[in-house]
């Protein structure tokens, strides 16, 4: 591989594959049971829980982990089951073949953990794609979990897997993953595709037309990477 070719780093839900179409809804839901058995909160308080640390953390589990000594690893491993997830996964055809034929080594960088992360990509036909997998497990800095949107666990990573920054381009689906990217030195793609029925984040109602400085390029198909790096131009 030539010593410039790009490294890009993927984000995993509503960034390859349709995450708002069932995914999130559940994980949601996961989610909000767990904090109501182990914290002993009615259901809505437990929701409000559950949104506003997501909100002010980016990942609920780090809200849990500061303030009320949960485990990652049972959080994870409790949220995350989803049975039957393989048959809701939904990614165009078209996206899996750009994905696959899109020159540069390949990462993804997402704060859902491991196992369910390569749950998605077998099952999306994805797995042989990536030269890692950087789950909110790796994520953490000096003991801390410092998932996305945290610049310093970006650092981290770069330095871990010898990637200079540079040549790193990051595809996700959030604005606040972007920005602090950017700062990092990275090349930032905001992709939209899923974005309008999403339930998941603070995306939600986002004005979509527009490209926040910290944006390098706006796109709503995979396809349109491969335009952006030969002419600067997505044709999206």
């Known amino acids: 591989m030539h010593p410039d070719s790009p490294i890009w780093l993927f984000d995993l839900d509503n960034t390859l594959h349709d995450a708002s179409?069932?995914?999130?809804?559940?994980?949601?839901?996961?989610?909000?049971?767990y904090i109501e058995q182990q914290l002993g909160l009615p259901r809505d308080?437990?929701?409000?829980?559950?949104?506003?640390?997501?909100?002010?953390y980016g990942a609920t589990l780090l809200g849990l982990e500061r303030h009320h000594g949960i485990r990652a690893a049972h959080f994870?491993?409790?949220?995350?089951?989803?049975?039957?997830?393989?048959?809701?996964?939904?990614?165009?055809?078209?996206?899996?073949?750009?994905?696959?034929?899109?020159?540069?080594r390949k990462f993804l960088l997402t704060n859902a953990p491991?196992?369910?992360?390569?749950?998605?990509?077998?099952?999306?036909?994805l797995a042989s794609c990536f030269e890692g997998v950087i789950a909110i497990e790796g994520m953490r800095v000096f003991g801390d979990l410092r998932p996305k949107?945290?610049?310093?666990?970006?650092?981290?990573?770069?330095?871990?897997?010898?990637l200079p920054?540079?040549?790193?381009?990051?595809?996700?689906?959030?604005?606040?993953?972007?920005?602090?990217?950017?700062r990092v030195g990275l090349q930032t793609v905001w992709m939209q595709h899923?974005?309008?029925h999403n339930p998941h984040g603070p995306e939600v109602g986002i004005h979509l037309h527009g490209r926040p400085p910290a944006v390098c390029v706006r796109i709503k198909k995979l396809r349109a990477l491969h335009a952006w790096r030969r002419h600067g131009t997505t044709g999206a």
């Open 45 to 56: 308080e437990a929701d409000r829980l559950r949104i506003h640390y997501w909100r002010r």
């Open 76 to 104: 994870l491993a409790q949220t995350h089951v989803l049975p039957g997830l393989e048959a809701q996964l939904h990614m165009p055809p078209a996206d899996r073949a750009a994905l696959r034929r899109l020159p540069g």
């Open 114 to 125: 491991a196992e369910y992360a390569k749950r998605v990509l077998t099952a999306l036909d």
């Open 21 to 33: 179409r069932a995914v999130f809804w559940r994980l949601n839901g996961s989610m909000t049971d």
């Open 149 to 162: 949107p945290d610049a310093r666990m970006l650092r981290v990573v770069l330095a871990r897997y010898k």
């Open 165 to 182: 920054a540079s040549r790193c381009i990051l595809v996700e689906d959030t604005v606040a993953n972007l920005k602090s990217a950017r």
């Open 194 to 196: 899923y974005l309008r």
